[in-house]
Each structure stands twice: as structure tokens, then as C-alpha cells.
């Protein structure tokens, strides 16, 4: 009797204790520029998250000006946006992200915000440069940028392309804890990040503050999360074709408190993690019922086509905007005359 008390008591703790799977959300390490060179050689794009954008730029544009429509998850390709009362042109060409090499990992992500030196509160939004697809096709990138059809190894792929460390995380019910790796320069502002659900929907996860020096986690454990199974609300939800919930990554703020100092910022990210309760066990079903009815499929189509549509608006405004930027650093010197 009391041995089988044992056994139970040990399969109702590794009930509990294997609900919860852990995930790298973004691993900006993947993220280094790798093709596309400028012309002092040097890399400016990431060959595994390049978009091409040039399929929703309209049929106004020459053929050579839409294979340059292309962008990615370079890491000095994220936007950094300011609150509307701070974001005058100084601290706006002040504030970017760049490659910053780290001897304990590789290239991270550095970011630097010029903050006002007035005395009042603000905040700065660290975002990627468009939102992270999440249902993108697994495929393969040329040298030069150019997305490849998907092939028939790429369509039977369980991922997609922004999965496994490029910003999305599929099958995700709870969040149970939420992790950023960030190196500190002992500023007193606060760190949160933001989530984008299944929905649209943005939460905005205050993770802590950056005063501390050299590389530390912070770390934001979920108070709603209930560990026990026996104290959880249990329900039953139809089990197709509702879509697998997912959950994708919408950047950092950056929160700087009026009482603190103004001017620049500087810090530095490795990555985030995400530590889930998964929203569906996956079995070995008698009949497939994607296979049969593809519901599910039309609709990451379209919301992937939607997604696209979103994205490429943005990147087309910001190429045109691009070629009407003025080239010259200086007057041409007048001719003397006689």
C-alpha cells in the first residue's frame, strides 16, 4: 500500500511538473547580416528572415527597381520609435540599433536611444522593422536575396520560417514565464517586452530594471499561473479546425522615469525565452482531418496574404521615401566667370 501511494504521489508530480515547455523566442545572434553586401563589402542583410516586398509595390515600378524591394531581421534594420513629445529630429537621428559584437556570443543586437535631457517622463520602442510573419513558408534564399519557391522538403516541414529562434513560437496556451537575456549599464530604466498573440492582440510584459552592469536575465514569472492541475478550470474545446494559438515577438520598450538622467542609452540583447504551457497535445488521430478538409490551411493563407499586404505597404513607402532623399553633401562649386 505504501509503495503504491509512492508511485502515485511521483506520477502526479511529473504530471505537474511536465506541463510547461521552454522555447527561444528570438535569437539575435541568428539575426548577423550575412548577404547582400554594401559597397565597402560589408554584409547588410539576414539571409534566413529576408521578405520580399516587391509583389504588393504596384505596377508602377521598373523590373531592377523591384528586386531591390527586399528587407529582413538584420539587426540594423529594427526601428527604434519615440514617444511623440520626445521624438524631435535630434533625438530621432540619435536613436537606432546596430551589430554590436560580443566576445561571450557573437553579434547581438545594440541599441541606443537619445533620450530628452528635460526632466519628464518617456519611452522608446524597440520593434523589428516589420511585423514577424507567423505562417511563412520554410524556403531558401538566394546569395542575392531572392526568396526561392518553396520546394517539396520545404512544404512537408512542421515549421515555418520565423519559428526556432526568428520571433514566432506555435502551439502556446499560458505563458508560465517570460526571459531576456540583457546586458545592463547600470541606467535605472525599465524593460518590458512585447507579445502578439494569435488574436493581434499586444501584451506588454514589464520585465525589470537595466541598473546593473554586464550581461543578466530578467525574468517575469506569470502570478496567474496555476501549477496544480487539480486547482485549474478545466474545459473542453473542439479540437478541429481551430487554428494552433501562437505567440510571436513585437519588440522591447524602454521606459525612462522623469526623476532619472536624460541623453543617450545604450544596451545590448541576446535573446528571448519563453517557458508555455502547450495549448494542444498532438496524438496519433485515425484520420487526417487537414488533409481532408484544408480549413485550417486557407485560413494561415489568408491571414498570411493580409500579413503581407501589411507589411509591404510600409517597406514600399519607406523605399520611396529612400529615393527622394537627397545624395549630395555639398554644393557644387561655382564657375568662375571673366
Do not use: C
Request: glycine share 6%.
Amino acid at each position: 500500500m505504501k509503495r503504491m501511494f509512492i508511485l502515485v504521489a511521483i506520477a502526479l508530480f511529473a504530471a505537474g511538473s511536465l506541463f510547461a515547455e521552454e522555447a527561444v523566442l528570438i535569437d539575435f545572434t541568428k539575426l548577423a547580416a550575412d548577404i547582400i553586401p554594401n559597397q565597402d563589402n560589408v554584409p547588410t542583410q539576414n539571409r534566413a528572415t529576408m521578405m520580399d516586398f516587391s509583389n504588393v509595390a504596384g505596377g508602377s515600378f521598373t523590373t531592377e527597381q523591384k528586386k531591390v524591394m527586399k528587407t529582413s531581421l538584420a539587426l540594423a534594420n529594427w526601428d527604434v520609435v519615440l514617444a511623440s513629445s520626445s521624438r524631435t529630429v535630434t533625438n530621432q537621428a540619435k536613436s537606432y540599433t546596430q551589430e554590436a559584437p560580443s566576445k561571450q556570443f557573437g553579434k547581438v543586437l545594440g541599441v541606443r536611444v537619445h533620450f530628452p535631457v528635460e526632466p519628464f517622463n518617456s519611452w522608446a520602442r524597440i520593434q523589428p522593422p516589420f511585423e514577424i510573419p507567423a505562417f511563412e513558408a520554410m524556403t531558401k534564399v538566394a546569395d542575392d536575396g531572392t526568396i526561392q519557391a518553396p520546394t517539396a522538403e520545404d512544404k512537408a516541414s512542421k515549421f515555418t520560417r520565423f519559428e526556432n529562434g526568428y520571433g514566432v513560437v506555435k502551439n502556446v496556451g499560458v505563458i508560465k514565464s517570460l526571459a531576456v537575456n540583457v546586458y545592463g549599464l547600470n541606467f535605472p530604466h525599465g524593460l518590458s517586452a512585447v507579445l502578439i498573440d494569435a488574436d493581434g492582440n499586444e501584451n506588454v510584459v514589464f520585465m525589470g530594471y537595466l541598473k546593473f552592469d554586464g550581461w543578466g536575465e530578467l525574468r517575469w514569472d506569470n502570478p496567474q499561473y496555476v501549477e496544480n492541475v487539480r486547482n485549474r478550470e478545466l474545459r473542453l474545446y473542439p479540437l478541429y479546425p481551430k487554428s494552433t494559438p501562437f505567440v510571436k515577438f513585437g519588440g522591447f520598450l524602454i521606459q525612462r522615469d522623469a526623476a532619472a538622467e536624460g541623453g543617450d542609452f545604450v544596451a545590448y540583447f541576446k535573446d528571448v525565452k519563453v517557458i508555455y504551457d502547450k495549448a494542444v497535445i498532438e496524438t496519433d488521430r485515425d484520420i487526417d482531418d487537414e488533409g481532408l478538409w484544408n480549413i485550417i490551411q486557407d485560413r494561415e493563407t489568408a491571414r498570411k496574404n493580409a500579413e503581407m499586404s501589411r507589411f509591404g505597404q510600409q517597406q514600399v513607402l519607406r523605399y520611396l521615401e529612400a529615393q527622394k532623399k537627397a545624395t549630395e553633401s555639398g554644393f557644387t562649386p561655382s564657375t568662375e566667370t571673366k
